[in-house]
């Protein structure tokens, strides 16, 4: 039985995994589609890639990939010689007389341009006392003439052929000459595809050896956007069983394209109450109230159809002090664990939870929107704020309390650069960014993608909802009540299908 592991972030599959590891899966029995970048030191250790490979090829793929190899040699060849005429072209009347000969909507053309022949093997000689080429009526009335010597000749059914006006002509001439580039860079399209297609198929003889190892493993980790890459690796691994972390915040896209025909139960964990999907366009959304709904996950919409689900009760996080704000807004049944009451007090405050009042405005940041809103043209910082968090800051290293214990979490991207340059200026420590929040600053040309690398003990910094670097013992501001939802996939449809 295989297991397929998905989950939004590489951070969640690496703590997911090790987990696994911890709970008495061995990493032996592990395998991890991605990239060492994205990976902790133990999960480095189980990439597809780092595996060895001992699966040999068999007689008839060496056999397949000879072949591939000298048909492929010929195909460059006749692929270089199509690219040069396209380069080389140059319209003759041959290529051109060829192409209206056999046209049917312009066949009129080829008959007004054909140079009669003359009786008893005479040919008719030009003012230059030369005898008339075969392109002489086209030249004529490409630049806009008669049809000259031939004036007293011309049939009645190419009459209207010469009386086109010089603009008209130019522009048949103009549709010509890109038909026949056209048919130029079919051919160079035709044979690039048939290389496209033999390396298609060189890729799927060497997965061999991939799709052989990953059979060999019980659990297969990825990201959505790795197992969307990989879809056809995956489905030739002929997984068993789809278990997703974080179902919240995962596109119903994502869940249902990593669903292959040898799935025969899809688990997912996540809670449907907290962060829904990121969707790009906010008229899309649940929260515009237009019905399109893209950033309801799967899992959000079978609770909310009431598909049987299992919610886990007993929070082992927060102290109750914290738990009681959650309890009264959101989750009325959670208990508290017994050992979140006895919970060291923080140092140097009176109360577990501080409210802090003020008046100071924020101000916009317009070279810094979010992109996931289109219609949001600039963020927010607020000087104010920024200050009294360095202060804060200060005050817990003072007590004792290193930079990377402390997390601080802000609702907007303009407050997220000036609080990250103001503790990195002031408090002589280095932010670490998440790998989104990072993204968002290196598009806006506002770090550079070595400046988001630094990490030496960092502080820990985020906006909200995108604090992925946070172990579980560090969210101690947020609560995740989980929610376990198990399903036949030959059920979904009916579900999938459901308004």
């Known amino acids: 039985m295989r297991v397929l592991v998905i989950s939004y972030t590489n951070h969640a599959l690496c703590q997911f995994l090790a987990d696994l590891n911890k709970a008495g899966i061995s990493w032996d029995s592990m395998v991890r589609l991605g990239s060492v970048s994205k990976c902790t030191p133990e999960t480095a250790q189980i990439l597809l890639g780092a595996i060895r490979n001992k699966t040999r090829l068999s007689m008839e793929s060496r056999a397949i990939l000879n072949g591939q ?15 040069n005429h396209y380069n080389n ?34 040919r008719r000689a030009g003012k230059n006392r030369k005898a008339v080429r075969p392109d002489y009526l086209f030249r004529e009335w490409s630049h806009g003439k008669g049809p000259g010597i031939f004036a007293n000749r011309v049939h009645v059914n190419c009459k209207s052929v010469w009386d086109m006006p010089s603009p008209a002509r130019q522009v048949k001439i103009a ?17 690039v595809q048939e290389l496209d297609d033999m390396q298609a198929r060189r890729e799927a003889i060497f997965s061999e050896g991939k799709v052989s ?9 990825c990201t959505t956007t790795s197992a969307a890459k990989n879809f056809e690796l995956i489905q030739n691994a002929e997984v068993d069983i789809v278990l997703v972390e974080e179902a919240g915040e995962i596109l119903e896209s994502h869940v249902l394209t990593a669903l292959s025909a040898s799935v025969k139960q899809l688990i997912m964990i996540g809670d449907h109450k907290q962060l829904r999907p990121k969707v790009n366009n906010y008229a899309l959304t649940v929260e515009k109230g237009d019905g399109f709904n893209l950033n309801m996950s799967l899992f959000e919409r079978l609770i909310v159809q009431g598909a049987p689900h299992t919610t886990l009760l007993k929070q082992h996080r927060m102290c109750p002090e914290i738990s009681m704000f959650v309890r009264e807004l959101t989750y009325p049944d959670l208990v508290d664990d017994d ?15 501080v409210f802090f009042n003020h008046a100071k405005q924020e101000q916009a940041e317009n070279d810094l929107a979010d992109r996931r809103d289109p219609g949001v043209k600039s963020s ?15 005050y817990f290293i003072q007590q004792g309390y290193s930079s990377d214990k402390i997390v601080v979490l802000t609702p907007y991207l303009g407050q997220l650069r000036l609080l990250r340059d103001r503790l990195k200026e002031r408090a002589g420590v280095d932010p670490l960014l998440n790998d989104l929040d990072s993204g968002e600053l290196i598009r806006a040309g506002l770090i550079t993608e070595a400046a988001a690398k630094v990490s030496t003990k960092p502080l820990r910094i985020s906006t909200i909802g995108k604090s992925d670097h946070l172990t579980t013992a560090e969210r101690v501001s947020t609560h995740e009540i989980t929610r376990v939802c198990l399903f036949n996939v030959s059920e979904l449809s009916n579900v999938l299908t459901s308004e």
């Open 380 to 394: 927010k910082k607020n000087e104010f704020e920024a200050e009294l968090v360095l202060n804060c800051v200060k």
């Open 175 to 191: 549709k010509w000459m890109a038909a026949l580039m056209e048919n130029h860079v079919k051919t160079v399209h035709g044979i």
């Open 339 to 353: 050992k979140t009451k006895t919970r060291e007090r923080v140092r140097g405050i009176r109360d577990r939870v």
């Open 213 to 221: 190892t990953l059979k060999s493993k019980q659990v297969i980790g």
């Open 69 to 83: 190899r000298v048909r492929a040699a010929r195909l460059a060849d006749r692929l270089s010689e199509a690219f």
């Open 89 to 122: 072209f140059s319209p003759t009347w041959d290529i051109i007389s060829e192409h209206l000969e056999f046209s049917e909507d312009e066949r009129h053309f080829y008959d007004a341009f054909l140079v009669p022949e003359e009786e008893s093997g005479w």
